[in-house]
């Protein structure tokens, strides 16, 4: 070993025509090939590190690109809008139907209550009239002398028996002798 060179000597110590293990270009210097022409350990860590950043770069530039794809008037986000407003629209007519329906039915069925209820007394109200004034034509108006009889409906109170248009010049009394009968007799001038 010389003096003042470096502590390990350049050759293999046991062939002086190698150099020794980790001098430059030996076979343990970084970044060199080994013996049979391939590449060492750590140059296979620095491919793995170069690797692992370019898919790092990678993704992020490929999710900037993808996101831009999705704002507003690109065509990805004009793609996907038009996908779920149809989704949207489809979801929101049928529950609309449904609503629909069943909105109809209670509806349909308060006002054709209300319709049946209200021509069911009109025709009630009719036939109960009909009963009552013994089928006889009226005249709005016209003064009438009627007699009365227990009616052979149910549910109608009264009903009239006979009925009688009232005369000008004509009086009209209970029989003295009946009074169950109207009596008439004309009037003096």
């Not at 900037?64 to 489809?90: R, S, V």
């Not at 009226?138 to 005369?167: C, F, K, R």
Request: aromatic share 8%; proline share 7%; charged share 10%.
């Amino acid at each position: 070993m010389e003096a003042g060179g470096p502590p390990n000597s350049p050759q293999s110590p046991g062939n002086p025509n190698l150099p020794a293990w980790g001098a430059p270009g030996s076979p343990g210097a970084p970044g060199a090939q080994t013996s049979a022409g391939k590449p060492s350990g750590l140059w296979w860590a620095g491919a793995v590190v170069v690797a692992v950043a370019l898919a790092i770069g990678g993704y992020f530039l490929g999710s900037n690109h993808e996101a831009d794809n999705y704002k507003p008037g690109a065509a990805g986000y004009q793609e996907i809008y038009t996908a779920g407003a149809q989704a949207g629209t489809a979801v929101g007519d049928q529950v609309g139907k449904k609503t629909g329906a069943r909105y109809g039915k209670k509806v349909g069925y308060k006002s054709g209550n209300a319709d049946g209820i209200k021509e069911g007394t009109a025709t009630g109200t009719a036939a109960g009239a009909a009963a009552a004034l013994g089928g006889f034509s009226w005249t709005n108006g016209t003064h009438y002398i009627v007699t009365t009889t227990d009616p052979t409906l149910n549910g109608v109170p009264t009903a009239i028996a006979t009925q009688s248009v009232m005369e000008p010049n004509i009086d009209y009394a209970l029989c003295n002798s009946d009074t169950a009968t109207i009596c008439s007799t004309t009037k003096k001038k």
